[in-house]
């Protein structure tokens, strides 16, 4: 999977506290502050063809402009964009339209908000084409706006571009990656110098921790192997446990409804059970506690969506973790 350099910088971003800027854009010596007072003026004005040229004019070296202050500019512009995006929506525009221009935010700057509304318009595509690729595409990009928001500049002129998600919108941003993460073939995930466990496994970001992480650990159909997808899950799950130092973890195992209850219990034990084999046989030396669920718990889906039913079974067949004590920062 190739990841835009934007992309990278984003995730190099990750474990690093949101860093205040030297200065703010309007201390930033001569041509860089124009451009900050033309970017704002364009914003007003939805002059999208100027948003481009002029955060192309701050990237220029003798622009004046640092780069904290060209980051601040492109994250400035790419919200214009956005705001171009919802008053297209708002307007009747076609999904297309509106998907094209938040696109064109992101080759100016991936700001969270930005970064949110793509996986919104890819998780809409997906759920009417039912694609598991586009799926992935949708789960990857939600771990991204993630991401941001973990480390979104703080001293930013706009106001915006500086703007921290709340709490109710960092759990709509997991949910909804829990979601596509789920249904997505193959399974994508942003990493970072920190490892896959920050976002795969999330312990919490902001004022956000989620009471259980739903992994893409999958299984042959109605066995207890994993897939090589699930495989690679649990393998990313071992690296999580070692990487963090944890000691003791709680996983439950879920099935969906078909088939006699007593059936599904069983089954979801041993699927848990051989997660767990994998874990110890490949170091793990904590506890692993099992909570087998079978269809006693089915994944939360919103009575909005629209999924297929072998989506919805597909959601209801998942480990989730449910305990782990995690690390406070990151192996470095």
Excluded at 203 to 220: S, W
Aim: charge should be neutral; proline fraction near 5%; include cysteine.
């Amino acid at each position: 999977m190739r990841i835009s350099p934007r992309r990278i910088a984003l995730a190099a971003a990750l474990c690093l506290s949101a860093v205040p800027l030297a200065s703010s854009l309007a201390e930033e010596a001569g041509d860089c502050s124009s451009i900050a007072t033309s970017v704002a003026e364009a914003r007003k004005t939805t002059d999208l063809d100027a948003l481009d040229r002029l955060v192309a004019q701050a990237d220029k070296t003798d622009s004046a402009c640092s780069a904290p202050a060209r980051a601040c500019l492109g994250r400035d512009a790419a919200l214009g964009l956005l705001d171009a995006a919802k008053a297209k929506a708002s307007a009747g525009g076609s999904s297309a339209d509106v998907a094209a221009l938040i696109e064109r935010g992101r080759r100016l700057a991936s700001p969270w908000q930005l970064l949110a509304a793509s996986g919104d318009s890819l998780l809409d595509e997906a759920k009417a084409k039912h694609d598991a690729k586009v799926y992935g595409e949708a789960s990857l990009t939600y771990q991204l706006a993630l991401l941001d928001a973990e480390a979104t500049p703080s001293s930013c002129s706009a106001p915006d571009a500086s703007a921290q998600p709340s709490k109710q919108a960092l759990e709509r941003i997991y949910s909804k990656m829990s979601t596509a993460l789920l249904l997505a073939s193959p399974v994508k995930v942003a990493t970072s110098r920190c490892g896959a466990c920050d976002w795969l496994f999330l312990a919490g970001v902001g004022g956000f921790t989620p009471p259980t992480r739903p992994l893409p650990i999958t299984f042959a159909e109605g066995g207890v192997q994993p897939t090589p997808e699930g495989a690679q899950a649990i393998a990313a799950l071992l690296q999580c446990t070692k990487g963090a130092g944890w000691k003791r973890i709680v996983i439950s195992g879920h099935t969906d409804d078909i088939g006699p209850d007593a059936d599904n219990m069983r089954l979801s034990g041993k699927r848990l059970d051989a997660v767990k084999q994998l874990l110890v046989a490949g170091g793990f030396d904590g506890e692993v506690v099992l909570e087998p669920k079978g269809k006693s718990e089915a994944y939360p889906i919103d009575p909005a969506d629209q999924y297929a039913a072998d989506e919805i079974r597909r959601l209801n067949r998942r480990i989730e973790l449910r305990e782990a004590q995690t690390a406070a920062e990151c192996n470095k």
